[in-house]
């Protein structure tokens, strides 16, 4: 083992992911001549559930949308469902998990093409798990998305209830139908008046 | 069909170890005084959705992404020293963390990014991507050939330089075990004035640097480097990922 480890044995310290990740983790998206093991895309053909876009921005504490952030996000399908290897996931046509780098869009949103995910147990609202990552931050942020239209479920939801009411609002996405599509809007704020609320997980 | 809780015995994750990470706002580091959350967490009992890695398969990795002496040859080899870079993933039980999805980027030997908003005045590498990506065997054991990152000046404060690195990214067994760091290299004197590594706190920060080794070195070829890394544990084997 690593000398350090043998005397000093615990969990590695995180750090920062900086401004250079592009061409390693997201390089597809970024057009670099490299690729990329997972993507904005989650649902593939016959993916089970509604089909919608979850879109947003991460905002500083300047108000500024940032430019160099990674999102990640793991959420079931439709009926709640992960699949437990890559042969499930191809036979459902959904991975589970997506990254998106916030540098490509022009408006500098991530964008994910998923469906609106099932509960993953009764008593659950429907969410979704995010993973911010971005230069500044020497630890990443967890939080969670949950539904607008899903106000009865949202209102049993322990999580939810977890969080002071006054914040609660931070972790809910706003529903927007235009053309036949299905777009979510979540923005992620690092600080200020509404901070959204981020987990110890 | 849907996760149940209550009909699996589900591993519980063991707590994110405060102590040993950064804190979110580190004066000494500029860029954390804008992006750093504020408010305190709100503590989650971690659930199924949180328990979940994502899947892949070996199929994600190709044949000379371990190889980033090899991955982005256009017309001969990167320049630079070649160093072997290898260690063991286990979880804080000492359990070999398998099949973990391990990947990496850094700057060339120049100290140059790829990425196109890096402007320091120093040379691309036209053989030089500087990424790369592997799975940790049955052991949790992965390994890299590259080229060792040369220091490079930001512009965090005055004559600020980083300390040589590369940037590590890992899942380990569950979402919630996420973990981006970067290792350093032993007596890199540029250590001490980086706000990255002075907002670690002290008493962990050798977990952050890689010991040079001759057991890894191989001769006439390339300098070894050990960087091991413990990522937080469950108290059970989780269910089958793959």
Known sequence: ?201 | MPNDPTQTALPRLDPRDWDSHPSYLYPGYRSTAKRGPTQPLIPLKASLGELRQPVYGHDCIGEFDHDLTRNARRNGEPLGERMILTGQVLDERRRPVAGTLVEIWQANASGRYVHKVDQHDAPLDPNFLGAGRCMTDSEGRYRFLTIKPGAYPWGNHPNAWRPQHIHVSLFGQHFASRLVTQMYFPGDPLMQYDPMVTGTPEKYRNRLVADFTLDVTEPDYALGYQFDIVLRGADETPFENR
């Open chain 1, 1 to 201: 083992m690593m000398s350090a480890l043998e005397t000093n044995f615990g969990q590695t310290p995180s750090q920062t992911v900086g401004p250079y990740f592009a061409y390693g983790l997201t390089a597809t998206q970024y057009g670099y001549d490299f690729d990329q093991p997972f993507d904005a895309v989650l649902a593939l053909d016959g993916a089970s559930g509604e089909r919608i876009r979850l879109e947003g921005r991460v905002i500083d504490g300047d108000g500024n949308t940032v430019f160099d952030a990674l999102v990640e996000i793991s959420q079931p399908d439709g009926q709640g469902r992960y699949p437990a290897s890559v042969d499930e996931a191809r036979a459902i046509g959904f991975r589970a998990f997506g990254r998106c780098g916030t540098g490509t869009d022009a408006q500098h949103r991530f964008v994910f093409h998923t469906v609106k995910p099932g509960a993953e147990s009764p008593g659950e609202a429907p969410h979704v798990n995010v993973i911010v990552t971005m230069r500044g931050l020497l630890l990443h942020v967890f939080t969670r998305v949950y539904f607008d239209d899903e106000a009865d479920a949202n209102a049993r939801d322990p999580v939810l209830a977890s969080v002071p009411a006054a914040r609660s609002p931070t972790l809910i996405a706003r529903r927007v139908e235009e053309g036949g599509a299905v777009r979510y809007r979540f923005d992620i704020r690092m600080q200020g008046a509404d901070e959204t609320v981020f987990f110890d997980v």
